[in-house]
Every structure is written in C-alpha cells, then in structure tokens.
C-alpha cells in the first residue's frame, strides 16, 4: 500500500511546489492564483490554477522527463488548498495511466 505524505520540495527546487509520493512515482503540485477574466463577477475571491509534474522518486518538479498537466483555462479554484488537491488528483491520474 503506498502512503501519503505531503512535503514540500527540495529548496533549490522553485519555490511553491508541493510533492507527494504515488506508486513509486513523485507527484509535484504548483498552486497559482490567477487574474478574474471577469471583475464583474460577485462574490469570487482569488481564482487559483495548477500545474503538476510526475517523476521518479528523487526528482524534482523542474525535472521536465516525466508526464505534466495544467488544470482546464476554462475553470479555477475557490482557494490554493482545492487547486492544490485537484492538481494531486490529476496526478494520480496520469500516474495510473502509466
């Protein structure tokens, strides 16, 4: 059974990047948050994106080898923490397609 542990990257990694570990696989996780594309609309915050990374165990999320995905332009997240989840779900996923 793999397990769940949520690091943050190694420093000389860029800054903002969360990793967890997934069937002997690395998962690097980048929360962004981005400009409204409409100010006018109410009661929305900060509007987040992600994009992760995967890799072998011991790479970092610059390493460029491995599979990677942005979150859809046409949605964003409330908050970094959902955007941040969503990107570690979608790196499960291309994990398991592997």
Known sequence: M????LTHAAVNDQ?????EEYHGKQM??????R?????ELAGHGQQW????KIGDSGTGPMDDKGASAK????????????????????GRELVDAT
């Open 2 to 5: 793999d397990t769940k542990t």
């Open 49 to 52: 994106t992600f994009t992760v």
């Open 71 to 90: 979150s859809d332009p046409e949605f964003f997240y409330s908050t970094q923490a959902v955007a941040e989840d969503m990107g570690f779900l979608r």
């Open 28 to 33: 690097h996780v980048c929360a962004e948050p």
């Open 15 to 19: 800054t903002g990047w969360k990793t």
């Open 35 to 39: 400009a409204p594309e409409n100010a």
